[in-house]
T-cell receptor, first 112, second 116 residues
């Protein structure tokens, strides 16, 4: 799986959009970008994933650059409950390829 | 839909003792994972099961760790004997992979182990 680079920490004001960047410059054509988050004392939680098109769900939006070398997770209206560590993971999909390799992620703090 | 269940939630043991963790995945999920998360780090995969067969155990310290998934549902992870460096959160996850599409992993709350 391709390696990812994320900032160690970020702050965001409550109610504003939180934009979390991820660099994956060695991504291959068949690798997906996944985002998970981990709230304190809980297991990681799936947020969103994408291959090359931008994606949106009830939790967040995922913007992938045209060359696929980087992506941004957007939480449109951050709340205090969004304070967590956010992990960007790149992996190939399919049987036998479900392994997730977590880095140290970005610690996002939402400030009241 | 019930989530991934794990027990116990907390365990304190002394080094060289044995400990076992239990996981019940989401109903119908054929793939089950055990991760180890040391404080300040991201989770690290220990072992992956597909039904009751092992797919990947390359990072499992087999001299002291063992895992099984009898009948392809529940799973247990055992450490014998425990070392101080085994202090961590042990996370269980499950996923449903259909065809070649990407599977989402659902995690349990974890078991926090402290080895004294």
């Amino acid at each position: 799986d391709a390696k990812t680079t994320q900032p160690t920490s970020m702050d965001c004001a409550e109610g504003r959009a939180a934009n979390l960047p991820c660099n994956h410059s060695t991504i291959s054509g068949n690798e997906y970008v996944y985002w998970y988050r981990q709230i304190h004392s809980q297991g990681p939680q799936y947020i969103i994933h994408g291959l090359k098109n931008n994606e949106t769900n009830e939790m967040a939006s995922l913007i992938i650059t045209e060359d696929r070398k980087s992506s941004t997770l957007i939480l449109p209206h951050a709340t205090l409950r969004d304070t967590a560590v956010y992990y960007c993971i790149v992996r190939v999909a399919g049987f036998g390829n479900e392994k997730l390799t977590f880095g140290t992620g970005t610690r996002l703090t939402i400030i009241p | 839909e019930a989530g991934v269940a794990q027990s116990p939630r907390y365990k304190i043991i002394e080094k060289r003792q044995s400990v076992a963790f239990w996981c019940n995945p989401i109903s119908g999920h054929a793939t089950l994972y055990w991760y180890q998360q040391i404080l300040g780090q991201g989770p690290k995969l220990l072992i992956q099961f597909q039904n009751n067969g092992v797919v990947d155990d390359s990072q499992l310290p087999k001299d002291r760790f063992s895992a099984e998934r009898l009948k392809g549902v529940d799973s247990t992870l055992k450490i014998q004997p425990a070392k101080l460096e085994d202090s961590a959160v042990y996370l269980c996850a499950s996923s449903l992979v259909v065809g070649a599409g990407p599977g989402t992993q659902y995690f349990g709350p974890g078991t926090r182990l402290l080895v004294l």
